[in-house]
């Protein structure tokens, strides 16, 4: 009998058009990974009965769920089903770069546009089938929300991005479930050295990290008479985040104490030419809610944790109406 190997195993994921019912096979795309933790999980529960034989009675297998993430680098396209699940919204159709990175954007890649909606919120689950090809194991997962993603963008690596997911029940079999998958399209690997931060419209030369959290809350109840959830609750879009910067001065302690406004837009690119690929994402409302300074034979350096909210980016724009909404997160992607 053979053991499985991670080389051998493969996720394959597809938007579900009725929630927990199967997504057509056709539709399956392979989604690489750098780690996979998606599990059916049970509930169980034990008698608390005082028994003359110092014994329990047996314990009985309740509520079924799947819970897990799936990690993975960034990279333009391959996140993009995730992204607009999260913000419940849809893509827009291509629009000029928001961020450019030449002064008029000329020649650079067009790209859609997502931000969450002020009505007609979106509720997108997937299913996501974890194949293990060396032993014909088959684990398929249906109803799976976004319930969490998380980014986090450092100066000397690629940027990483976990998707956490809460689904409503599990399947096995010895086949595979979608046929003919092929790999999401995506473009080479972001990093923080390929690109742009901008603090309140200008670049910013001294922020060190960037973590962003886009938190729905997701959950799920039991019901009598049922082993699974009838569907996966989803609430408001919580964004949340911090940078890491070299502390100069106060400005940012001032910045917590008297609760300023600030806004914060990351571009990054897939490589250095002028049209490649990117992702931006727009953080048009933040106030800061706290610093910490480290310390050491070393430039020292603080972090600042902020909550995201509704605002405006810009009033004027002629990119795309959009961005003349209040939204807590713009996200711009070439091969959405």
């Not at 961020?99 to 996501?128: C, V, W, Y």
């Not at 109840?221 to 949340?240: M, Q, R």
Request: hydrophobic residues 40%; aromatic residues 8%; charged residues 20%.
């Amino acid at each position: 009998m053979s053991n499985a190997q991670g080389v051998k195993r493969k996720i394959v994921v597809a938007k579900e058009t009725t929630f927990g019912t199967k997504a057509t096979k056709t539709t399956g795309k392979i989604i690489p990974r750098t780690e996979s933790t998606l599990n059916t999980v049970f509930d169980s529960f034990s008698s608390e009965e005082i028994r003359e034989n110092m014994q329990r009675s047996p314990s009985i297998v309740g509520f079924e769920k799947v819970e897990g993430d799936l990690k993975g680098e960034l990279a333009a396209g391959q996140w993009s089903a995730f992204f607009a699940a999260a913000l419940r919204g849809s893509w827009t159709a291509a629009k000029d770069p928001i961020l450019k990175k030449t002064t008029a954007g000329t020649g650079e890649k067009q790209g859609k546009i997502l931000i969450i909606p002020e009505t007609n919120h979106t509720t997108d689950s997937f299913t996501i089938e974890d194949i293990f090809a060396d032993i014909n194991l088959s684990r398929v997962y249906l109803g799976c929300r976004v319930s969490k993603i998380s980014i986090d963008v450092q100066p000397n690596g690629i940027a990483s991005v976990t998707a956490t997911f809460l689904g409503q029940r599990g399947e096995e079999s010895a086949t595979s479930y979608f046929t003919n998958s092929s790999e999401i399209a995506q473009s080479a690997k972001l990093a923080g050295i390929n690109g742009q931060l901008l603090v309140n419209g200008v670049k910013a030369a001294l922020i060190t990290g960037f973590k962003l959290d886009i938190d729905l809350n997701a959950s799920s109840e039991a019901v009598l008479g049922e082993k699974y959830a009838p569907d996966v609750f989803i609430g408001t879009v919580a964004v949340s985040g911090s940078f890491t910067m070299y502390l100069q001065d106060k400005s940012m302690i001032d910045a917590v104490r008297v609760g300023k406004g600030l806004s914060l837009a990351l571009r990054m690119d897939a490589t250095s030419d002028t049209n490649t690929d990117y992702v931006t994402f727009i953080l048009p409302g933040i106030k800061a809610t706290s610093v910490d300074i480290d310390d050491g034979a070393k430039n020292l350096i603080q972090t600042l944790n902020f909550d995201a909210f509704p605002a405006v980016y810009d009033s004027a724009s002629t990119i795309a109406d959009e961005l003349k909404k209040a939204t807590t997160l713009i996200i711009q992607d070439t091969l959405a």
